[in-house]
């Protein structure tokens, strides 16, 4: 299997961005596969990641636990982020709920609830 394959597979990966200074900040996230062979994430729109994709968009992706932590000898793909606008957002959020049911339930008490929910940013990530 190879690398690109494995990431998207994987049921967390750690997508790291990059501060002004250089300074890399990893963060583990669910992952989709888009339909153009990018990786779809969903953030909140308020999250630091957000922020510095903004000012620099070079990115890696690992695969990971759930805790973040990155197997040694694990394959690290370099790549390029872009934000989505609110269509391509709802997308991901859509394809990603297809993925987790984690989403689907938690989505669904949010609902029955009726929580007010945050405001959400798509991130695309192309290797």
């Known amino acids: 299997m190879s690398d690109i394959e494995a990431i998207r597979r994987a049921k967390y990966i750690s997508l790291t961005t990059y501060r002004k200074d250089g300074t890399a900040v990893a963060t583990p996230v669910w992952q989709v596969g888009g339909a153009d062979g990018t990786l779809l994430v969903v953030t909140p729109a308020h999250a ?4 510095r994709i903004r000012n620099n968009g070079a990115v890696t992706v690992a695969v990971c636990t759930v ?55 798509g991130i695309a990530i192309t290797l």
């Open 67 to 121: 805790r973040g932590h990155v197997a040694p000898g694990a394959a690290v793909l370099s790549g390029n982020a872009r934000l989505l606008d609110e269509a391509g957002t709802a997308d991901a959020q859509r394809l990603l709920a297809k993925k987790y049911l984690s989403s689907r339930i938690g989505n669904g008490f949010l609902k029955l609830f009726r929580v007010r929910r945050k405001p959400m940013a």
């Open 48 to 51: 630091w990641k957000v922020k």
